[in-house]
């Protein structure tokens, strides 16, 4: 099956599906109250966003110098930079760092972009026990599932859900308290971080003048992932480049804002390598993986550049009503909603994946909540439109246009068909479209030249 027959099929039995419906009015409900009581932090919401915009702008279009300042300042430290172009190669380098190390578990803090290159599975068929330290990340992984969300991997579940899972998965007894079941996942990965060879995490921004990984989370797991293994792998994207530390005053928080409503996240830590002479704790090694994987294709087209200046705060998911809808597995894709929408094509292949920009009603509610301001909706139509022009549009949307554009240029043919066969055939072709769930188009009996010549006798 198509991945674009896949996503219809999968967006209609979500949208009917009136429990997973609830759970995410209910859990984007809780964060839309937290997003409101956060913003109350700025005295000039807009004037953060503009400078944040600015900042990662001007970064992107100079991500050349930047890339290679941050390289310089995190090898003087004594940090190791690995330059992937795919995932295939990120995968290669990670792969020897393991044998290496004769390494035979990991641990891992929450990290969009190893979901992205597929990195459990293949450490995984490598015989290297790989354990999600992110509670949300634990729960989907002993699912068996993906992440559902940027920011909230775990939101379609219910806290009934987790504790099912729970019950059927670690054989505890059944139990309706949140803070047990955080109390068993706690006691079950506290041996798992003093075991494993190797930590790995990602990274919300890469710290140009320092040299350093700045890592934010909540729940203390990415410090206890880099503290107690021996050697710390991060994996990041070359977009997530800013200039300064000093940036991040700016930058902490409004991704803490916009991802989860709070001031601040309770963890922010830089990493700016691998332990020196003088420091108690932290890995004796440490890499950066610097993953390209598409991003210099889309880097290469100025109109859509601006896509990499995403945060990864998940903010555009929440606010999107077709998200709300369809739910974030429906995508099949490592990111979910209207950013993922605009970068996935360009990212994993146009072909594929032009569905996805299709999939949006360019209300543009994604837009006025992105806290660098990229103009999301207005990329989701250059995605439509670069489709069209690489001849990606279906025989039969062609077929359509080229009748609709020779009627529409000429009166003489629009008005030489009678209405009932003008009737018949656009219900022929909307009929999966927009006459499945609407009233079908009607043309009335009368022409508009028809009409205006009564009106003028």
Not at 259 to 288: A, S
Not at 329 to 339: A, D, F, K, N
Request: proline share 4%; hydrophobic share 35%; net charge positive.
């Amino acid at each position: 099956m198509s991945k674009l027959k896949q996503f219809l099929l999968d967006a209609e039995t979500k949208a009917f599906d009136l429990g997973h419906r609830n759970t995410i009015k209910f859990n984007i409900g809780k964060y839309n109250a937290a997003v409101q009581r956060g913003l109350t932090q700025y005295t000039d919401h807009e004037l953060a966003r503009e400078r944040a915009s600015y900042i990662k702008t001007n970064t992107i279009n100079n991500l050349d110098k930047y890339l290679m300042e941050f390289e310089a300042n995190f090898t003087a430290r004594g940090g190791k930079v690995i330059w992937a172009r795919d995932a295939q190669e990120a995968l290669k380098e990670i792969g020897e760092i393991m044998k290496r190390k004769r390494a035979r578990s990991i641990v891992k803090s929450k990290s969009m972009t190893t979901e992205e290159v597929h990195l459990n599975d293949y450490l995984e068929k490598n015989g290297i026990e790989t354990v999600e330290t992110d509670l949300g990340e634990y729960i989907v992984q002993l699912a068996e599932q993906r992440p559902y969300h940027i920011v909230t991997p775990a939101m379609h579940m219910s806290k009934k859900d987790i504790a099912d899972l729970f019950v059927e998965k670690l054989k505890i007894a059944p139990t309706d308290s949140a803070e047990e079941l955080v109390g068993v996942a706690r006691r079950l990965l506290r041996d798992k971080y003093t075991s494993a060879e190797v930590g790995i995490t990602g990274g919300n921004f890469l710290i140009a003048d320092v040299g350093g990984i700045a890592v934010t989370e909540n729940e203390g797991n990415g410090r206890l992932s880099t503290t107690f293994p021996k050697t710390h792998i991060a994996i990041v994207g070359i977009e997530k480049m800013i200039p300064s530390v000093m940036d991040l005053d700016l930058f902490w928080p409004l991704l803490s804002t916009s991802g989860t409503g709070q001031n601040v996240t309770i963890y922010n830590t830089i990493f700016t390598g691998p332990r020196q002479p003088k420091e108690k704790d932290g890995p004796e090694e440490m890499y950066v993986v610097l993953l390209d994987n598409g991003r210099t294709e889309l880097l290469a087209q100025p109109e859509k550049r601006e896509a990499l200046n995403c945060i990864r705060c998940g903010a555009c998911l929440n606010i999107c009503p077709v998200y709300k809808n369809i739910g974030g597995h429906t995508y099949e894709t490592t990111y979910s909603g209207p950013i993922g929408s605009v970068i996935t094509p360009h990212l994993s292949g146009m072909a594929e994946n032009k569905h996805l920009s299709f999939a949006s009603s360019l209300c543009g509610a994604c837009t006025s909540v992105c806290p660098v301001k990229i103009n999301i909706h207005n990329l989701l139509l250059l995605n439509r439109k670069q489709s069209v022009d690489q001849g990606l549009a279906d025989s039969q949307e062609k077929l359509a246009f080229k009748y609709w554009t020779k009627a529409m240029k000429s009166r003489k043919l629009l008005n030489l068909a009678p209405a009932g066969i003008k009737n018949f055939v656009v219900k022929h072709f909307t009929k999966d479209t927009w006459s499945k769930r609407r009233e079908p188009v009607h043309f009335p009996p009368k022409t508009f030249n028809q009409m205006w010549k009564e009106r003028k006798k």
